[in-house]
């Protein structure tokens, strides 16, 4: 096992559920079919979630490390606004694409507060699967992740606390040992300092055991697009579900809310711990999922060269 194939499992894991989550804004399909078994028709296109992510991860497997100029100019050249990116956002890549710079741009937005949204989380758990040896350097490299666009310090802290709990749920792929809930909580915990991020996770870890309905009223559930509002309850479900790559994401479409971008952050988290195998991402959910960019390394994945439905690593996965 890998370090570059725990990032692009995290990354199969966030792409898919950020394009099955995306499904659930489409007219027709809905969440009580979804609890009965009826998976949404494909192709599933993916969002900025995913798009970002890609960037990423193409850095880590071509650098070993974050670039912040070099990332600022992939997130800037890449990024296509009919994928859902939020208007600040086109703002801010437009202006870095255009030559600004991109610590002036990111601390400009919202009246100097720089953004506090759940975008730096949203991308960010691959990177957190690529450093599953150390969560140290994880929150580091996720720090210097979310600084590209994201000045606010709740978003910068909500990326860390995703980055660390996918550093862990990798690590125990590693080793054969699921961390417990509790444990994968504390683990982000000890890299947060005092913030609202800080104290929704330590709300989330009173509340294992719970309902998805409670978790999302507690919690919240994406529907601000805040950090605040996004990392605890999507760490609360990938907590709770580490070992059940649908289940997760079934509880993301339950709550309702952002559920694009908390099925992405959760997926990225699971799928670091389950992979593709077992109770991971089931294979019709991947052959469903767009194919990622072309521009992603390929041979970093042993056997998922094109990733298309004749991929032999798919053939090996779990359930429909």
Avoid at 3 to 16: E, I, K
Avoid at 42 to 57: L, N, V
Avoid at 126 to 144: N, V, Y
Wanted: aromatic content about 6%.
């Amino acid at each position: 096992m890998t370090m570059s194939r725990l990032c692009f499992d995290s990354l199969d894991g966030l792409s898919v559920g950020d394009a099955l989550g995306a499904q659930f804004f489409v007219p027709g399909v809905s969440a009580e079919d979804f609890a009965a078994g009826h998976i949404p028709a494909g192709p599933w296109p993916w969002t900025d979630d995913t798009e970002m992510a890609c960037s990423i991860a193409e850095q880590l497997q071509t650098h070993g490390r974050i670039d912040q100029d070099r990332l600022a100019m992939a997130f800037a050249e890449r990024f296509e606004p009919y994928r859902g990116y939020g208007g600040g956002a086109v703002v801010v890549l437009r202006q870095i694409r255009e030559g600004a710079a991109w610590r002036d741009v990111a601390r400009s937005v919202f009246q100097g507060q720089g953004s506090m949204g759940n975008g730096a989380a949203m991308r960010v758990a691959p990177l957190g699967a690529f450093h599953a040896d150390d969560s140290r350097t994880a929150a580091l490299e996720a720090m210097r992740s979310a600084e590209v666009t994201h000045a606010h310090a709740e978003a910068v802290l909500g990326a860390v606390a995703v980055a660390v709990a996918a550093a862990e749920a990798g690590w125990g792929r590693t080793v054969g040992v699921r961390p417990e809930a509790g444990e994968l909580l504390n683990s982000a915990l000890d890299h947060l300092v005092e913030s609202r991020v800080r104290r929704g996770i330590e709300r989330a870890r009173t509340l294992l055991g719970g309902s998805v309905a409670e978790a999302a009223y507690e919690l919240g559930n994406g529907s601000q697009v805040l950090a605040q509002d996004t990392v605890p309850f999507t760490l609360w479900v990938a907590a709770t579900h580490l070992h059940d790559y649908p289940a997760a994401i079934a509880a993301c479409v339950e709550a309702g809310g952002d559920v694009d971008t908390t099925s992405a952050i959760v997926g990225g988290i699971v799928a670091a711990y389950t992979g593709s195998g077992v109770n991971g991402i089931p294979r019709t959910w991947l052959r469903r999922r767009e194919a990622l960019p072309d521009w992603l390394p390929q041979a970093v994945v042993p056997g998922q060269e094109g990733r298309g439905s004749d991929d032999p690593l798919l053939a090996e996965s779990a359930g429909e």
